[in-house]
């Protein structure tokens, strides 16, 4: 019975250990679509020239536009290649509505080269902004709770309702006139390169979806076309949303 039990032992010295399985490696790379919505939270000024003719000469103006906070929507679909690293692409739109602080000179009825000076002001002014941003992202913090940050190039159509004319309110003998309205046409850019970055923080709530928060500031330089000539808008802004992130 000793005997036995000896060579039983024995051979269970002699076999070999049973490797452990080994761990799967957590996945690194993965694609997201996130949906978010806030405010763009910057206001917008520009100052917009316009001419046109009155009793056959010309009148001239000099609007001050600007335009306060507004809604903003974004959709994105970014691409994780690496634990900490990803790209994105986002498709951004807002809208705002603003006023203008109008100085016009308008030409004399009865005499030439003796402009009225008017002033006045008009709201209802729109201001939309369509805007797409190619990123590259860094995450410092990942896991349940998430820090990134992002950086890259924008791309920034503006459509603005510049003020074109203005009516006076006049008597005889027509050496003074006073604001009666404005009238406005819109302005649509074409694409303006420019730039973007900003900090995204969120939050897991369930095992594929994501609640967050984001602030992005970005700027770019899209020329409108005015009656009077041109201008140069410093458009973009800081947009900060509230985000839902699906991952797959």
């Not at 008009?122 to 939309?128: C, H, K």
């Not at 603005?160 to 819109?186: I, N």
């Not at 609640?211 to 330089?221: D, E, H, P, T």
């Amino acid at each position: 019975m000793t005997g036995a039990l000896s060579i039983v032992l024995a051979a269970a010295l002699a076999a070999p250990a049973a490797k452990p399985k080994p761990t799967a490696a957590p996945k690194t790379t993965a694609f997201a679509v996130t949906i978010a919505g806030g405010i763009a939270a910057l206001p917008l000024d520009w100052q917009a020239p316009a001419i046109w003719t009155l009793n056959a000469e010309t009148a001239r103006l000099e609007a001050l536009q600007e335009t306060p906070l507004g809604p903003v929507a974004e959709a994105a679909l970014s691409h994780r290649f690496a634990r900490r690293f990803g790209v994105a692409a986002a498709f951004a739109w807002s809208r705002r509505d603003g006023r203008a602080e109008i100085e016009a000179q308008l030409p004399h009825p009865l005499y030439l080269n003796r402009p009225r000076t008017v002033t006045g002001s008009t709201d209802g002014l729109g201001y939309r902004q369509i805007a797409s941003h190619l990123d590259f992202e860094w995450r410092p913090v990942t896991g349940r709770l998430e820090l990134a940050f992002f950086a890259g190039p924008s791309f920034v159509r503006a459509e603005a309702d510049l003020v074109e004319r203005v009516t006076a309110s006049e008597a005889y003998p027509y050496d003074e006139a006073a604001f009666a309205s404005a009238s406005a046409s819109p302005s649509r850019s074409a694409a303006s390169v420019g730039w973007n970055a900003g900090a995204a923080l969120a939050g897991a709530v369930a095992s594929h979806v994501d609640l967050g928060v984001q602030a992005r500031y970005s700027r770019a330089k899209p020329e409108l076309t005015t009656p009077g000539g041109s201008v140069v808008l410093e458009a973009g802004g800081l947009d900060v949303t509230a985000f839902l992130r699906l991952r797959f």
